[in-house]
């Protein structure tokens, strides 16, 4: 019987994570959004020529859910922006999480999860967060069973409609 590892991407990964990123975000929201503000967003914010440049970019992170050579996740990592709400602790954002829908149920998110934390313990990060879309229940409830907190909102644009995203933290 194989088991699920988790392994560091680099930039000989960005096709597969760009198409991964595609394929995930694609299957999560496409069923509770208009086509239209889908293939927007698809076809505009999230080319797989801009999710291939977020590979190259040092301030991200990107860590590979596989069983054997079969990917079945990936989460992305950013450095960068220092919320004001964290009182100028350190901080890294989880910013996407992502299991392909026959992988969902079977401990890839919570591997992936659990390998985020251990990254920002090694970079010496005093706080953890992310943004989840509202209406997202599944990922909100995933995110506090690992103690994520909601602590503010902003706005997230997809096609040509205005969301609002939970941003919820932890300490590390």
């Known amino acids: 019987m194989t088991q699920l590892a988790i392994r560091n991407a680099g930039v000989s990964d960005a096709g597969l994570i760009a198409d991964l990123s595609r394929q995930t975000f694609y299957e999560t929201f496409a069923a509770v959004n208009t086509r239209s503000d889908m293939d927007k967003f698809m076809n505009e914010q999230f080319t797989r020529e801009k999710l291939m440049a977020e590979v190259g970019d040092p301030q991200n992170k990107f860590i590979l859910a596989h069983e054997d050579d079969y990917v079945l996740g990936y989460a992305k990592l950013r450095n960068g922006e ?66 994520f907190e909601k602590f503010a909102e902003h706005d997230f644009l997809l096609g040509d409609d205005v969301q609002t995203d939970w941003l919820m933290f932890r300490n590390v």
Do not use: D, H, P, T
């Open 82 to 147: 220092q919320r004001v709400e964290f009182c100028n602790k350190s901080s890294i954002e989880i910013a996407r999480i992502y299991a392909i829908q026959s992988a969902i149920g079977k401990g890839v998110g919570k591997m992936l999860m659990e390998a985020c934390l251990q990254i920002a313990r090694e970079m010496k990060r005093e706080i953890i967060w992310l943004g989840v879309w509202e209406k997202n229940e599944r990922a909100i409830n995933f995110y506090k069973k690992f103690g």
